[in-house]
């Protein structure tokens, strides 16, 4: 079982950057793939990026790519998102999760709550 608890949005200007953070709880984290999903009002939860159980291999949405970074400590239990030039239709709620390789919401087993992202022009 790994519970997983968002921090790190707010609101940014466009062009900003944001650091989210993802805490996880449990002794096998370091077992899973972990992702970042968003999902803005009245749209699906689209995968932004993953990254391997030993953070050696990443996958990120085109959307995304050059501007966010995924990383994680294992030691740590932490997973990190650097987000830079935020535009605004980055603007969503950021769920990190647990899980198998792979870019569907299916593949992941544990959510967390999720954290807010406000990028304004």
């Known amino acids: 079982q790994v519970q997983l608890v968002e921090s790190g949005g707010g609101l940014v200007q466009a062009g900003g950057s944001l650091r989210l953070s993802c805490a996880a709880s449990?002794?096998?984290?370091?077992?899973?793939?972990m992702g970042w999903f968003r999902q803005a009002p009245g749209k699906e939860r689209d995968f932004v990026a993953a990254?391997?159980?030993?953070?050696?291999?990443?996958s990120y949405a085109d959307s995304v790519k050059g501007r966010f970074t995924i990383s994680r400590d294992n030691a740590k239990n932490t997973m990190y998102l650097q987000m830079n030039s935020l535009k605004p239709e980055d603007t969503a709620v950021y769920y990190c999760?647990?899980?198998?390789?792979?870019?569907?919401?299916?593949?992941?087993?544990?959510w967390g709550q999720g954290t807010q992202v406000t990028v304004h022009s």
């Open positions: 990254i391997h159980w030993n953070g050696r291999s990443t």
């Open positions: 999760a647990a899980g198998n390789w792979g870019t569907s919401p299916r593949f992941y087993d544990y």
């Open positions: 449990g002794r096998t984290f370091s077992r899973y793939v």
